[in-house]
């Protein structure tokens, strides 16, 4: 995954500026920096779903395509998801396996990891705000996929939870998948390389 001399401008704003990354596969990278540097914006990048104004992205050794092949490989979490309605937390699960040939856990698994067991059977806008995002990253983590793009995966969890995503996502990674995650957790993110962006004059 890289980026080489990436220019995004939003509404005549240069958000990133000539951004040069690489994140080699199997490594957990935090993306930090304040509010307004461009994290969002440059995984929306490396998702494909924000074209650069100049420069290029790399994702597997082409740019990001908007193609069943990209998306079979690459998980994204940001912002709450379209969830079912009339589906409980264990049916978003089931789905997973439903539509994805090899599932990294069983469903099971997940709502034991992911602490939704005595919920699972509520629907996602009964649950917390917090019991909602992990249901999010549940899904996400159940699916095989060789790169998540997480933005701030940590929004909403409690600090034991927070703790618990860190290790989940070194196992994700062990197992040779590649994590970029935008955080504001300096836990979350002293557990990854970190990669900064900085905040540019006429940029927030
Ligand atoms: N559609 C848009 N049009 C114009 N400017 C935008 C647009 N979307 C985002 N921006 C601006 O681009 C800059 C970068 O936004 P981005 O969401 O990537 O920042 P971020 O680092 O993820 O911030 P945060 O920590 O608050 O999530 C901000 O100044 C934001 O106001």
């Known amino acids: 995954m890289t980026t080489v001399n990436l220019t995004v401008e939003l509404g005549g704003n240069p958000?990133?500026?000539g951004y040069d990354l690489v994140v080699r596969?199997?490594?957990?990278?935090?993306?930090v920096g304040e509010n307004g540097s461009g994290k969002s914006t440059l995984l929306r990048c490396l998702a494909?779903?924000?074209?650069?104004?100049?420069?290029e992205v790399t994702v597997f050794g082409a740019p990001?395509?908007?193609v069943a092949a990209f998306w079979r490989r690459v998980a994204v979490t940001g912002d709450e998801p379209a969830w079912y309605p009339g589906l409980t937390a264990r049916e978003h699960l089931e789905l997973v396996p439903a539509v994805h040939d090899g599932p990294r856990m069983s469903v099971e698994r997940a709502l034991e990891l992911f602490d939704l067991g005595p919920r699972a059977d509520a629907v996602p806008l009964n649950l917390s705000t917090g019991q909602r995002q992990r249901l999010a990253l549940?899904?996400?983590?159940?699916?095989?996929?060789?790169?998540?793009?997480?933005?701030?995966?940590?929004r909403g969890l409690d600090t034991a939870f927070r703790e618990r995503l860190g290790t989940l996502l070194l196992?994700?990674?062990a197992d040779g998948g590649t994590v970029i995650m935008a955080t504001?957790?300096?836990a979350l993110a002293a557990r990854a390389r970190h990669v900064s962006l900085a905040t540019r004059v006429g940029g927030r």
């Open 25 to 31: 596969p199997g490594e957990l990278v935090a993306v």
């Open 15 to 17: 958000v990133l500026t």
């Open 138 to 154: 549940a899904a996400a983590l159940v699916r095989p996929s060789s790169l998540l793009l997480l933005d701030e995966p940590e």
């Open 184 to 186: 504001h957790d300096p």
């Open 48 to 55: 494909g779903l924000q074209p650069p104004t100049s420069g």
């Open 171 to 173: 196992e994700y990674t």
């Open 64 to 66: 990001p395509a908007d």
